[in-house]
């Protein structure tokens, strides 16, 4: 049903401000991207990720001055950071503005919002004139896209418009931050660091792994997962030697002569964080294309954006003892 893809900003306005949805690219991954004043749109949305209706929506605006649009009782804070990060991969958890959706916001009394850094983006958030929600392109709990054909490959079937803007710039979604007593809480770890809030707030805390009621479902323990089962290990050398005569597939933080016979993606030569986080989705698209029975992954050095990164990879991948199938592997 894909009609069209196109680098467009009139043509994507002209579908969005007839209520449809349109997907989007950002500096972090694409969005599936509705009018904030169409619960048309919203639900298509909802509809289309098959996302469950408890989960919120980001809302996307164009500057600084459209926040009051979206949000009320905006904290001083907000407003340094966004002076330092915004536009940019950071998401505020604000108190809403009485014509906020209950569909964005799940009827919860908070809105997620955050200006993205695209300049086909920004473009496209000025002709349609309203703010714009919108969830990773992907359906819910699999990986997100980074690329025009990601999203094409997800919802070829059902979507009808692609705003193309090249591969994401980060490749890792936002961070997401809100304030419990005033203080800045970090509760999605993303490509703004802890560090870099940090040197503009002072002290902030983590509240990532929250089982039984996520604050944000990005929070959910299992998500952004490729079909094949991905096992995260600081062993992977040593496994790839147990799993010598399968069919498995090997992806490495940094280049380095392991000298076994597997099929090796390494997300950043000379060991960028950035280089790798660009990577990372990109890769586990298509090693998960390649008929692996499994896919082994070694943790990031845990600090700055490779705690986003690691963040992710414990998402993405199974528990050692849950895969047993095959005889692959069990531990
Ligand atoms: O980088 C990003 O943030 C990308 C691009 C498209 O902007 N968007 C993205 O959206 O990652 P999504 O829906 O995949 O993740 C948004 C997260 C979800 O985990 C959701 O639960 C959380 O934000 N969220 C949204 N509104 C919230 C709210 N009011 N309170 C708590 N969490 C919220
Ligand atoms: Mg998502």
Redesign the pocket.
């Known amino acids: 049903m894909i009609k069209i893809v196109t680098q467009s900003t009139k043509k994507a306005a002209f579908y969005l401000q007839r209520e449809k949805v349109v997907a ?1 690219p ?1 500096e ?4 599936l991207a509705g009018s904030i004043y169409s619960d048309k749109a919203l639900r298509t949305i909802f509809e289309l990720k098959n ?1 469950p209706y408890y ?4 809302v ?1 605006i164009d500057g600084v001055s459209s926040l009051e649009r979206v949000a009320v009782n905006i904290p001083q804070k907000v407003y340094d950071l966004a002076a330092q990060f915004w536009p940019g ?1 950071l ?1 505020f ?1 604000l108190e ?1 503005h009485p014509s906020v959706s209950d569909y ?3 009827g ?1 009394s ?3 919002v ?1 200006m ?1 850094n695209h300049p086909l983006t920004l473009e496209l958030l000025q002709k349609v004139g309203a703010p714009l929600a ?5 359906p819910f709990g699999s990986i ?1 896209p980074t690329t025009a054909q990601h999203v094409f490959s997800y919802f070829k079937k059902d979507l009808e418009v692609i705003l193309d803007g090249g591969p994401c710039e980060f490749g ?3 961070t ?1 931050v ?1 304030f419990e007593n005033n203080e800045l809480v970090v ?2 770890l ?1 490509s703004i660091t802890l560090e870099a809030l940090e040197s503009v707030v002072g002290k902030v805390s983590l509240k990532t792994y929250a089982e039984d009621h ?7 323990s299992k998500h952004y997962a490729p079909q094949t089962p991905l096992v995260l290990t600081s062993q992977i050398e040593s496994l790839a030697q147990q799993l010598l005569g399968q069919n498995v597939g090997l992806i490495l933080f940094q280049k380095r002569d392991l000298k076994l016979p597997y099929s090796i993606e390494v997300l950043s030569e000379k060991g960028s964080f950035e280089e790798a986080a660009k990577h990372l989705y990109d890769t586990l698209h298509r090693m998960d294309q390649k008929g692996f029975d499994l896919l082994l992954i070694e943790p990031f050095p845990d600090e700055g954006l490779g705690r986003a990164l690691n963040d992710r990879l414990k998402r993405a991948s199974v528990t050692e003892t849950h895969y047993t199938s095959k005889n692959v592997f069990c531990v």
């Open positions: 989007i950002t972090t991954v694409y969005g996302r989960n919120p929506l980001i996307h991969p998401t958890i809403k964005i916001t799940a919860r908070t809105v997620a955050r993205p919108a969830p990773s392109a992907n997100s890792i979604e936002s997401i809100g509760y999605r993303g996520p604050k944000a479902p990005g929070m959910l």
